[in-house]
């Protein structure tokens, strides 16, 4: 009796390994998942601190092909490359694959950002951000990014042998993001602000094990102090709204904190706003400086020439950009050779096929 329990016990594990083999085995992608928990986390985030991220993972595609799975940030993973694979994340349909980001990134950013809900609570946030960040809207900005470009020469190149150029580009992006987005005035809070929020890019791309001396542990700690201010940024802007002291399109949060739907319900909770604002935050920062800083080394004549045709202190306008064709193309053709964005993480709500493989559920 004892022997043949003691024999089950074994045999259960290893029949249900061989049972999921079986069914499995031909068509998973090849790769290795590496040591529990840990996988390759450990190699792709010194990748990612040493800048050579692209490199590591084009190392597993000569190794592997466009599919491949490993286990990365705690979870097994399959990793897909290429336009095909672009086309199948981005054509594809809800009920295949779900927003869902490494758990760090929901923890940090919170469960009620845009890339963490699904259909329809995506539709409804996506378009509510949308409909302020759409270019016809975002055209009456171009005036007040210029302020804050003028001001930014002003204090970081102005009398400067030697610009670091990358690092002042985030600031610069930051300053024009945080004054669209949030109207949020140049200030001390605004330094406290880039602080906490740099701190919790550091840590999305942390081993995620929350001790009081990790990197993963002090992202959480800045998140919520960075949320807390934002949260009293929202409740001033509501407060100015009531007394119609604000435009709901003056910036980002006070159109969110306006939007009503039919029954005069907010279409946004507080918590959505506060989380995606700080999303947006996140979606234009090292996107737009790595874009700027390429740009601006392409290119100078067609933005000299707009200003030998303005008075000094006049702003720069739409009109102004439309009219810079080169700069636009260097800046479409730099997208396309290195994009800002090496990739993006989805959850299979199903068993899914892939160029021949079975991506499993989960
Ligand atoms: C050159 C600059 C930019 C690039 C290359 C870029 C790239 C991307 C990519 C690839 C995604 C899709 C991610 C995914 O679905 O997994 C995305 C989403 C998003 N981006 Fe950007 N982005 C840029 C600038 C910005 C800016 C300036 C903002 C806002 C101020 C922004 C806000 C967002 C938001 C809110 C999403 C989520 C949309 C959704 O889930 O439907 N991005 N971006
Ligand atoms: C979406 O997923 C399904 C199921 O895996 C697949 O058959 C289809 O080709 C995908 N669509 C695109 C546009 O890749
Ligand atoms: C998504 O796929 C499911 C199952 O294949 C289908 O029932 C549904 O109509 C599709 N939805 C869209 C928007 O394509
Ligand atoms: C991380 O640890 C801190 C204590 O250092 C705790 O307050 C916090 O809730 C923890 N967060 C998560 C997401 O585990």
């Not at 302020?147 to 300053?175: A, C, N, S």
């Amino acid at each position: 009796m004892n022997t043949y329990l003691t024999s089950l016990l074994f045999l259960v594990p290893i029949f249900l390994l061989l049972s999921r083999t079986r069914r499995y085995s031909k068509r998973i992608p090849p790769g290795s998942l590496g040591i529990p928990l840990i996988g390759q986390s450990l190699g792709f985030l010194l990748a990612l601190h040493t800048n050579t991220a692209e490199k590591w993972l084009e190392d597993r595609i000569r190794k592997y092909g466009p599919v491949s799975k490993l286990s990365i940030l705690g979870k097994p993973t399959v990793f897909i490359h290429g336009q095909a694979a672009n086309k199948f994340v981005f054509h594809n349909n809800s009920s295949i694959l779900a927003n869902q980001q490494p758990e760090s990134f929901a923890k940090i950013l919170g469960d009620r950002n845009l890339m963490e809900v699904s259909a329809p609570d995506h539709k409804r946030i996506r378009e509510a951000l949308v409909s302020f960040l759409k270019p016809e809207s975002l055209k009456q900005y171009v005036g007040k990014a210029d302020e804050e470009v003028r001001k930014h020469i002003e204090i970081y190149w102005k009398g400067k042998q030697v610009v670091t150029v990358l690092p002042v580009m985030k600031i610069l992006t930051f300053d024009i993001i945080c004054s669209l987005l949030f109207g949020f005035e140049q200030g001390k809070q605004r330094y406290q602000f880039l602080y906490s929020f740099q701190e919790m890019l550091n840590g999305f791309w942390a081993i995620p094990i929350n001790l009081s001396f990790t990197q993963y542990n002090r992202g959480l700690r800045e998140s919520v102090r960075a949320q807390k201010l934002v949260k009293e940024l929202v409740q001033e802007k509501r407060v100015l709204l009531e007394k119609k002291g604000a435009s709901p399109r003056q910036d980002l949060i006070t159109f969110l904190v306006s939007m009503h739907d039919e029954d005069g319900k907010p279409v946004l909770t507080e918590k959505e706003i506060v989380q995606n604002v700080v999303l947006s935050l996140l979606g234009g920062y090292e996107t737009s400086a790595t874009l700027e800083l390429a740009v601006s080394e392409a290119v100078l004549q067609e933005p000299q020439e707009i200003a030998k045709s303005k008075n000094s202190g006049e702003s720069l306008t739409w009109a102004d950009l439309a009219k810079m064709k080169y700069t636009w193309r260097v800046a479409m053709e730099t997208l396309r050779m290195v994009p800002p964005v090496f990739g993006s993480f989805r959850k299979a709500l199903t068993d899914t096929e892939y160029n021949g493989y079975l991506i499993p559920k989960g």
